[in-house]
C-alpha cells in the first residue's frame, strides 16, 4: 500500500482545511486508515482513525481534536480525508495519514500501522 498525502498549507486560527491521502491498491476498504501529526521536537501522536469494512467504519479521534476535526474514507476513491475547522495554533504539525490491519487495542499508536504516506505541512498563525 502506497499513500500519498495533500491538502496542507497556512492558515488563519479559526480557518479550516480538508486533508486527502490516497492510498494504491485494492483492498483499502479492508484497512484502518489513521492520521497522525508531528510537531517540531514533539513526539508523532495520534489525531483520528476511521475503521474498514471489517470494523463497522467507526471513527476515533484525540480528546485535543474532537468536536473539530472529522474523519472520513470514500471507498470508491481509495481516499481518505481529515477536514479541519477552528484551527489553532497548536494544532501546527507535519500530518500523516497511515494504514493497517489494525486491532482496536492499537488503534491510537504508530505501531498499530504498517503503512505511512510522506506528510502533509499544516501551519496555523495566530
Known amino acids: 500500500v502506497q499513500l500519498q498525502a495533500s491538502g496542507g498549507g497556512l492558515v488563519q486560527a479559526g480557518g479550516s482545511l480538508r486533508l486527502s491521502c490516497a492510498a494504491s491498491?485494492?483492498?483499502?476498504?479492508?484497512?484502518?486508515m489513521g492520521w497522525f501529526r508531528q510537531a517540531p521536537g514533539k513526539e508523532r501522536e495520534f489525531v483520528g482513525a476511521?475503521?474498514?469494512?471489517?470494523?463497522?467504519?467507526?471513527?476515533y479521534y484525540s480528546d485535543s481534536v474532537k468536536g473539530r476535526f472529522t474523519i472520513s474514507r470514500d471507498n470508491a476513491k481509495n481516499t481518505v480525508y481529515l477536514q479541519m475547522n477552528d484551527l489553532k495554533p497548536e494544532d501546527t504539525a507535519v500530518y500523516y495519514c497511515?494504514?493497517?490491519?489494525?486491532?482496536?487495542?492499537?488503534?491510537?499508536?504508530?505501531?498499530?500501522?504498517?503503512?505511512w504516506g510522506q506528510g502533509t505541512l499544516v501551519t496555523v498563525s495566530s
Open positions: 476511521v475503521r474498514g469494512s471489517g470494523g463497522g467504519g467507526y471513527t
Open positions: 491498491g485494492d483492498t483499502f476498504s479492508t484497512y484502518t
Open positions: 497511515a494504514a493497517g490491519r489494525t486491532i482496536l487495542s492499537a488503534i491510537r499508536t504508530t505501531r498499530g500501522y504498517r503503512y
